[in-house]
């Protein structure tokens, strides 16, 4: 895994270099032609990876073997800046990152000095093939396999059959890493442009990211020699996928946020604009407080727990497949409905291709399906929570909301109170589904997955927001504590009320639920959500004029 990281210096030129690149180079008029046209636009991509002008695979390559060693927080910030400036292009730069995670978290010593070496050296694209025809979220399901080739007893090689599909950089790049179903389990194994019975499909013709190439792969008989096994030992494979699931979710999630913020900013720069009835949308709260303020609440939740997850990442911690989960569930929901919301509040114009948002919405809709759809992330995240619950005996949520109290009495302006009326009714929703055993019913748990996001993320935006105030937007404190209230104002009134229906709907049988929900509580807690909402407003108005 990536170390702690670079320094805040070389961070800040990097995205300093990559802002300039990208006003010089990727003007909007440039970008909404390869939208057009359908293009992959290789030139831009050996620009970006060209050590002389800006090296960015190297952000993503531990030092040892030439690269920058960045962290998790590093590759978040650049994330965040690739995928407001173009999401398919980003697309592009995260395959190569994919591509080369079995070989970094599973190689042998030599395999990572050798073939993470030469992704350094040579600039070489790369392409990450999981998915196939039959096996997308279930991937255990696949059928690629890999057939040993024996010489005297001993494997020297194997011949790998099958298809792949929907792959990124899948028609470009140089080096492959494939999952196959060896004797032993599936295994990953790299695969090299040109190997002989190794073909690639036309580009898929995609709703958004048309800047990036997706294509099938098909392969039979491919051979490759075995020191092609990743890690040297077959049936790892899975769990080398899952072992960086933490940080590439961080990753895409990065994306989703970057791309909506950048169709909100538009949005809320139009709405200066834009005068309407005598006065200009911006001030007009039937209109800021429906399509601007509760996205950049949501957001700026889903960076806290971005954050959160990519420092804990940097300082060593392994996992985090539940957080990145949470992480990526929320910043690529938040994003996809703030960028439809963008297109909303340009109205017209918001529906054509001129004004950018159009083409950000077909975009950043791809982020709530790769890298784990919103529904797996939704499962993903209930199933572990619902063990924390049943292990601690529901302590794990009453005890954060004990925190999280606590912390209110210190800094009251945080919404830590709101966070922490989302996670008693959390709680008391889990509870009451464990005593009626309700998660018998898989849209009941996977609902959970989507109530838990929501809490937790309204906890570490309040627990963060004056500890860890974040460098990465231009709003101030003040301005993200509003946020803050906003957010875990609404966390608590939709877990208690989506948690209420879904319970009863489901079957419940405690008569006094609503109130064990403290429900009156929750609908009291709403007070001052008007005059925080003109507050963010007029904030979010001064800061993107
Ligand atoms: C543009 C693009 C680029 C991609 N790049 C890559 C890449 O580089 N490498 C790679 O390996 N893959 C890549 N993918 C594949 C991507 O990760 C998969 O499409 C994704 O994981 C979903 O798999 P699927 O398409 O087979 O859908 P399915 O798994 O069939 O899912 C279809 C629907 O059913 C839901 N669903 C699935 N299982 C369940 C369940 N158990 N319970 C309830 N609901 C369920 C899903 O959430 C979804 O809504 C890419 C896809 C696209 C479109």
């Known amino acids: 895994m990536a170390g702690a990281g670079l320094d805040s210096e070389t961070r800040e030129m990097i995205l300093d270099t990559l802002r300039k690149y990208a006003d010089k180079k990727l003007t909007n008029e440039f970008l909404l032609k390869l939208d057009h046209e359908d293009r992959f636009p290789e030139e831009v991509l050996k620009e970006l990876y060209d050590p002389m002008q800006l090296g960015l695979h190297l952000l993503f390559i531990p030092e040892e073997f030439n690269g920058l060693g960045g962290g998790a927080y590093d ?106 179903l060896a004797p032993g389990g599936p295994s990953w194994f790299v695969v090299e442009k040109g190997a002989e019975g190794f073909a690639t499909g036309k580009p898929e013709d995609k709703h958004g990211i048309r800047a990036s190439n997706t294509s099938a792969l098909f392969l039979e008989d491919v051979y490759v020699p075995a020191d092609r096994l990743i890690g040297a ?120 291709k001129e004004y950018m948002v159009e083409k950000i919405k077909r975009d950043v809709r791809i982020t709530c399906i790769y890298e784990g759809t919103s529904e797996i992330m939704e499962w993903t995240i209930a199933r572990d929570r619902w063990q924390q619950h049943l292990k601690t005996q529901g302590a794990f949520y009453n005890e954060w909301a004990t925190r999280l109290d606590a912390l209110h009495a210190t800094e009251p302006q945080n919404g830590a109170n709101y966070a922490a009326l989302a996670m008693r009714a959390l709680a008391v929703i889990l509870e009451r589904a464990r005593l009626d055993r309700l998660t018998r019913n898989q849209h009941v748990l996977f609902r959970l997955g989507e109530l838990i996001a929501w809490a937790e993320t309204a906890a570490v935006f309040a627990e963060r927001v004056t500890q860890k105030p974040t460098e990465a937007v231009n709003l101030d404190v003040p301005t993200r504590q509003a946020l803050a ?32 929900l403290n429900l009156p509580g929750i609908y009291a807690a709403q007070a001052g959500l008007v005059d925080d909402m003109n507050f963010a407003r007029d904030q979010l108005n001064h800061a993107f004029k």
């Open 75 to 180: 590759i978040y910030r650049v994330s965040e800046l690739m995928a407001a400036i173009d999401l398919g292009v980003a697309t592009g730069v995260l395959a190569t990152f994919l591509g080369s995670d079995p070989i970094r978290v599973g190689g042998t010593p030599e395999q990572k000095a050798h073939w993470m070496g030469r992704v350094a050296d040579e600039a070489l694209l790369m392409a990450y093939g999981a998915t196939e025809p039959q096996a997308g979220s279930d991937l255990a399901s696949m059928s690629t396999k890999a057939v040993p080739v024996e010489e005297n007893g001993a494997i020297t090689g194997y011949k790998i059959s099958g298809r792949k599909q929907w792959i990124s950089n899948g028609a470009v790049a140089d080096i492959y890493t494939i999952l196959a």
């Open 233 to 352: 030992v077959e049936g790892q494979g899975l769990a080398q996928a899952q072992a960086v699931f933490g940080y590439t979710r961080v990753m895409v999630g990065a994306f989703g946020m970057g791309a909506g913020w950048e169709a909100l900013k538009r949005a809320i720069r139009y709405s200066h604009e834009r005068i309407q009835a005598g006065a200009p949308l911006s001030e007009k709260q039937g209109y800021t407080h429906k399509l601007i303020v509760p996205n950049a609440a949501r957001l700026e939740a889903a960076r806290s727990y971005i954050e959160w997850v990519a420092e804990r990442l940097d300082s060593g911690e392994e996992g985090l497949q539940t957080e990145g989960a949470v992480a990526k569930y929320m910043a690529t929901e938040s994003g996809n409905k703030a960028a439809e919301d963008a297109i909303q509040a340009l109205g017209g114009y918001g529906y054509t």
């Open 485 to 516: 209230r906003i957010h875990g104002r609404a966390a608590a009134l939709k877990v208690a009320t989506d948690g209420l229906q879904w319970a009863i709907g489901a079957g419940q049988t405690d008569p006094n639920l609503a109130g064990s």
